[in-house]
């Protein structure tokens, strides 16, 4: 299994980056997907989800700014991420979960926002 994170960078703030994370190796459509990150020195955090059947949930600090999406003709998870703030520095991660039984994470990919 492989979860593969890219799209991550430096950004001003005010800026966009749409993350992408490529799955091998699962049957992608029945996994329930998510982006977390996690700040220096801070714990991770759930930062939006998407079920298999394509109810998504947001953490409040990103609601109406970024978007969750998945292709599941690709076996892509996207998170579209608008108007970003210093504090939404961190790296990101992706995660799949199975019925709370199966669960895999990327690598992750940095995202900094800075002026």
């Known amino acids: 299994v492989q979860l593969v994170e890219s799209g991550g960078g430096l950004v001003q703030p005010g800026g966009s980056l749409r993350l992408s994370c490529a799955a091998s190796?699962?049957?992608?459509?029945?996994?329930?997907m998510g982006w977390y990150r996690q700040a220096p020195g801070k714990q991770r955090e759930l930062v939006a989800q998407?079920?298999?059947?394509?109810?998504?949930n947001y953490a409040d600090s990103v609601k109406g700014r970024f978007t969750i999406s998945r292709d599941n003709t690709k076996n892509i998870l996207y998170l579209q991420m608008n108007m970003l703030k210093p504090e939404d520095t961190a790296v990101y991660y992706c995660?799949?979960?199975?019925?709370?039984?199966?669960?895999?994470w990327g690598q992750g990919t940095q995202v900094t926002v800075s002026s």
């Open positions: 190796g699962i049957t992608f459509s029945i996994y329930d």
């Open positions: 998407i079920t298999r059947g394509g109810r998504t």
């Open positions: 995660k799949a979960e199975l019925n709370s039984v199966l669960t895999y």
